[in-house]
């Protein structure tokens, strides 16, 4: 297939940072020095788990939010408000359920201020475009999942948008439909059926990226900053069982799932600023129990276990990072293999689990080891939860501040390193043992 590329940029990212301020005036960093170019005739993927800022930097490009400091150029000129030629496919798909197919897709054309015959032109053009023909007088709830979506593309390229920026536009759907999307949406861009000149795709799918997209930009978390960009060199259509293609997408899982290793080739032990992952204890047991099963034998391929397993980025890594930062597993080339500790753990009963969990927790998460000192050395061993958060707001967000602090009390009940009383938010050691700290 010809290639669309024309070497000239769309837009433009220069060093953006962007923070918030915390209810005591402190700022609370989202996005860090983040550059990035789209040029036209390219599609762009943009991966990052939850807390990398992905959803700010959309509001950043699309004019609806202000870096704190840094330049947004969009054909050559400065981005001060919402940008003409810009367009969004959301997630939602963010449809008035009171309006008609026909009337939500000219909404947009509306707000330009275009005449109605000329609106009702263009609207029907872009509703046959995406294969709804027939369907103008129907409205939201009588169309399924799918065909909600085809309206919320509509919308957005009936404006004749020249970047288009799709915020986990897929997420929503079934497998199938999704990939019938995908497909559409691909062979309009190759067909230039389609007047935009860029896509900029927000995804967790990894496999979608690689799927679609020239190239790929990762972003880190806490603050949000480009890890790595990575050019797929693959013409269109692209076959998902073709070894190329299969070790690109393991080399995103490797870059996504990578933690600094000390010298020794050792995980750190992570300090009380890390942003702890939601990891379910019942969902970490039963990932390592998957590993070690047959199927596995303890290492897995991570695209393959996330098929299998019926995960998403966003369910699988926090698991795969609780994993390794309690040293139970550990990621590799996009592999995953559990240690001697996990395999210890699998083959233990429930209340040698429990030591062993409870062992590893306070060796390798400063957060945990922290709680459990504080309540030791307080009278009547109690402390309330809102001391904890205060020093963990000097690393996050408030709600971010409370999410962490609540996996270190989940894990910590589970090890019986404290209790918790969660009507009074009070920590205490009611039945925990003495713990060991050599």
Known sequence: METLHTGIDLLTLTNIRKSFKKSGGEEHLVLDGVSLTIKEGEIVALLGRSGSGKS????????????????????????TGPVKGLAMVFQTFALF???????????????????????????????????????????????????????????????????????????????????????DLIELWLERRIPTKGILLVSHNIEEAVLLADRIVILGTNPGTILAEITIPLAHPRDREAPTFRQLVDKVYELMTKRPRNAAGKSEAVPLSYRLPTAPINQLAGLMEALAGEIYNGRADLPELADQMGFGVEELFPLLEA????????????????????????????????????????????????????????????????????????????????????????????????????????????????????
């Open 56 to 79: 700010t930097l959309l509001r950043i490009i699309s004019g609806l939010a202000q870096p704190g400091s840094g330049t947004v150029l969009y054909g050559g000129k400065a981005v």
């Open 97 to 183: 359920p009171w309006f008609t197919v026909l009337e939500n897709v000219e909404l947009g054309l509306d707000a330009m201020g275009i005449h109605h015959a000329e609106q009702r032109r263009r609207a029907l053009a872009a509703i046959d475009l995406i294969g709804l023909d027939g369907f103008e007088s129907a409205y939201p709830k009588e169309l399924s999942g799918g065909m909600r979506q085809r309206v919320g593309f509509a919308r957005a390229l009936v404006v004749e948008p020249t970047l288009l920026l799709m915020d986990e536009a897929f997420s929503a759907l079934d497998v199938l439909t999704a990939e019938t999307l995908r497909t």
């Open 323 to 438: 994993l390794e930062i309690l040293a139970f597993a550990r990621t590799e080339g996009g592999d995953v293999e559990l240690t001697p500790a996990g395999q210890s753990y699998v083959n233990a009963d429930i209340l040698q689990r429990k030591v062993i969990f409870a062992e590893h927790l306070i060796r390798h998460v400063a957060l945990a080891t922290h709680i459990r000192h504080v309540i030791d050395e307080r009278p009547g061993n109690r402390a309330k939860e809102d001391r904890f958060l205060r020093e963990l707001e000097d690393f996050f967000s408030e709600d971010e501040a409370e999410r962490v602090l609540q996996v270190a009390i989940e894990w910590g009940r589970y090890a019986e390193h404290f209790a918790y009383e969660e009507g009074a938010g009070i920590l205490s050691l009611e039945n925990p043992g003495k713990i060991d700290n050599g």
